[in-house]
């Protein structure tokens, strides 16, 4: 268990809905990251959140959005969902917002499969 | 082209072989280097990292690092089948502004 808790694990849903992927970061872990990973485009970067605030935004589509509650557990919002949308969403978390440097690790949650039929 | 580049695979080896996972990369800021595992249907674990050139061992994997090739590599001895999963690279630069990179990701197979 690497401290990092997303739910659901599993999603399977319909084109044109609208989801919540949840996260809650390793303790102490103040940024949060999500990624989604598909077999044709590997592990893209969508969002980072640092205790609360947005900090670099990656390739997310506008219909996607990503919120770091006061609590530190962050949900990530996907909406008009298309068939494209199938992949794995991952959640990370680390210390500080400089991820990988030095020993301010990434750690990965299990992730949520998201199916669109 | 990909900022960091790494064969898909599948690689298959028999257990108890050498195993070399490489990336290369263009960005010349890139610092440090991490190497994470991903099991089927999990998420991705921090394996190896590495801070600039040079080489680090920890039990039977080494991470290399060749900045002037923009080239890194991860070698596992006596592979083992529990060693079978997709090793991803992961790179980023000094700056604060930076973010992680990584790689496609390596499927690799050790059979028993």
């Known amino acids: 268990d690497s401290g990092v808790t997303q739910t659901p694990k599993h999603l399977i849903t319909a084109t044109g809905q609208r989801v919540t992927l949840r996260c809650s970061p390793r303790s102490g872990d103040l940024s949060v990251y999500w990624y989604q990973q598909s077999l044709d485009q590997g592990l893209q970067f969508l969002i980072q959140?640092?205790?609360?605030?947005?900090?670099a935004k990656g390739n997310i589509l506008e219909r996607f959005s990503a919120q770091q509650f006061p609590d530190l557990h962050s949900e990530l919002n996907l909406s008009s969902l298309e068939l494209g949308d199938s992949a794995l969403y991952f959640c990370?978390?680390?210390?500080?917002?400089?991820?990988?440097?030095?020993?301010?690790?990434?750690?990965f949650g299990a992730g949520s499969r998201l199916t669109v039929l | 082209q990909k900022e960091v580049e790494q064969d898909p695979g599948p690689l298959s080896v028999p257990e108890g072989a050498i195993v070399s996972l490489n990336c290369t990369y263009s960005n010349s800021a890139f610092q440090y280097f991490m190497w994470y595992r991903q099991y089927s249907r999990k998420g991705p674990e921090l394996l190896m990292y590495t801070y600039s050139s040079g080489n680090k061992e920890d039990g039977r994997f080494t991470a290399q690092v060749d900045k002037s090739s923009k080239y890194i590599s991860l070698f596992i001895r006596d592979s083992q089948p529990s060693d079978s999963a997709t090793y991803l690279c992961a790179m980023r630069g000094n700056n604060a502004g930076n973010m992680l990179t990584f790689g496609g990701g390596t499927r690799l197979m050790v059979k028993p």
């Open positions: 959140y640092y205790n609360g605030e947005e900090r």
């Open positions: 990370a978390s680390s210390v500080s917002p400089q991820a990988g440097s030095g020993a301010n690790v990434l750690t």
